[in-house]
């Protein structure tokens, strides 16, 4: 079992910065891959970025692309989310998850945490 918890979100303006940050424990952490999803009010859950368990491959929708970062410490068991130039649009609940490896379906992923707000005022 993997439990992960998250952290980090809050109330921000339009084009400041949050980092998010997803703690794991449990079973062996530096294999997998490691995801970011989102659910926005009246929404579906939507990908966000993906990570491999090196962290040498990342993946990100193209509607966060150029904007928020992916990373990962093994050594502290923690993925990373840092989202720059926040929109009201990127407003909602962040989720991390973990898998066997990097997708960008939430079906591929076994384990979930609880979530995080993301409120981003214009």
């Known amino acids: 079992q993997v439990q992960l918890v998250e952290s980090g979100g809050g109330l921000v303006q339009a084009g400041a910065s949050l980092r998010l940050s997803c703690a794991a424990s449990?079973?062996?952490?530096?294999?997998?891959?490691m995801g970011w999803f989102r659910q926005g009010p009246g929404k579906e859950r939507e990908f966000v970025a993906a990570?491999?368990?090196?962290?040498?491959?990342?993946y990100y929708a193209d509607s966060v692309k150029g904007r928020f970062t992916i990373y990962r410490d093994n050594a502290k068991n923690t993925v990373y989310l840092q989202m720059n130039s926040l929109k009201p649009e990127d407003t909602a609940v962040y989720y991390c998850?973990?898998?066997?490896?990097?997708?960008?379906?939430?079906?591929?992923?076994?384990?979930w945490g609880q979530g995080t707000q993301v409120t981003v005022s214009s």
């Open positions: 998850a973990a898998g066997r490896y990097l997708a960008t379906i939430d079906e591929e992923y076994n384990y």
């Open positions: 449990g079973r062996t952490f530096s294999s997998g891959g």
């Open positions: 990570i491999t368990w090196n962290g040498r491959s990342t």
